[in-house]
């Protein structure tokens, strides 16, 4: 193989890769204007110092995080409530 059959396959694996990119971008995009359904429960979890974790109940995802327990628990009743902010 000489250099000009290499540089076109690294060519053709980059437009390959950018093209990928593409679609994550896109998908990201469709997942972000999806609604999010309020937690029907949150529950708070010290994690060190510090360091407070906003989790959902039925699902075990982590909500947020917060650095004092008075935040954490303004984050778990305005998510409860149905406040809460997309980005």
Known sequence: MNALTKARESIAELVAALRLTS???????ARKRQPVPAPRATHLVCSGNAMI??????TGKVLGFRRTLR?????????????????
Do not use: I, K
């Open 23 to 29: 679609q994550a971008r896109m998908a990201a995009e």
């Open 53 to 58: 974790r906003v989790v959902d109940v039925d």
């Open 71 to 87: 935040e954490a628990r303004w984050l778990a009743s305005a998510l409860e409530r149905g406040l809460h902010l997309q980005q």
